[in-house]
């Protein structure tokens, strides 16, 4: 697929899938279109060339209600969580139960339950989400895209700006999604220790390309100039005192 804003090459030939029941993290420098193409695959960017085929459907030529059907069977975790900051957490995830569903609302309280038990905030459900820290905001987020029981999960940077514990907590929800839900996800991310915790399969954007495609081990020890200046930390310069 390629895509172009003005003169800019964002993604320029990018040729990717994901097999059921795979964690697909997606990584590269800052900038290089990684939250782009999570955006094209939900269907809210329309590449100039190319497709995004899921579940035998090309999503870029779909009507819009014809695309609202499939989005049902896929779920997004934005970065910033993007909770509604006047509704509580229970109203939050039953957003698009409400939305998208003819459940009637004790039907909808008993998935809320589920999925808010399932990410460990079935006590907070009546609090807003500027009452929760950073990490469970994350996690509400979460149970909101699981409300319609996705088959495929879109996570756009998880553990941004989450201390060690909050992060593998998101890892271990990830997972747990995986063995126990038989979700497939797609994550995107630069926090290293989740990446190599969560991953099945790892690709690399460069450049609007994808120059590595494979096993999390075979990343690790990529000879690619690009890959292995990424995974080199970066040097310390000791302060002499004076």
């Known amino acids: 697929m ?12 990018v040729d990717l899938s994901v ?3 795979e964690v697909l993290v997606i990584m590269g420098l800052s900038g290089c279109g990684k939250s782009t193409l999570l955006s094209v695959l939900v269907g809210l960017l329309k590449v100039d060339q190319g497709c995004v085929m899921f ?42 139960l409400h939305e998208l569903t003819t459940k009637n609302d004790s039907e909808i309280n008993t998935i809320i339950d589920q999925k808010l038990e399932l990410i460990g905030l079935k006590d907070d459900g009546e609090k ?7 990490g469970m905001q994350k996690r509400a987020g979460l ?21 060690p514990i909050n992060s593998r907590i998101i ?27 969560i991953a099945t399969r790892m690709a690399f954007l ?12 075979g990343f ?6 690009i890959i292995q200046k990424f995974l080199t930390p970066p040097s310390t310069s000791k302060l002499d005192g004076k």
């Open 2 to 13: 390629k895509l172009k804003f003005a003169d800019k090459v964002i993604l320029d030939g």
């Open 19 to 21: 097999n059921a029941q």
């Open 55 to 96: 579940k035998e459907e090309d999503m870029t030529r779909l009507s819009r209600p014809a695309l609202n059907k499939v989005r049902r069977h896929i779920g997004m975790v934005y970065q910033n969580a993007a909770l509604i900051s006047s509704m509580n957490i229970r109203d939050n995830v039953g957003l698009p």
């Open 128 to 134: 807003i989400p500027s009452e929760l820290s950073g």
């Open 143 to 163: 149970a909101r895209a699981l409300a319609l029981d996705p088959e495929l999960v879109l996570f756009d940077e998880p553990s941004a700006g989450l201390d």
């Open 171 to 197: 890892d271990d929800l990830i997972i747990q999604l995986r063995d126990v839900q038989k979700v497939t996800s797609i994550v995107v991310t630069h926090q290293m220790d989740s990446a190599f915790a």
């Open 206 to 217: 460069h450049e609007g390309k994808i120059i590595y495609d494979g096993t999390p081990d």
């Open 220 to 225: 690790r020890h990529s000879d690619h100039p």
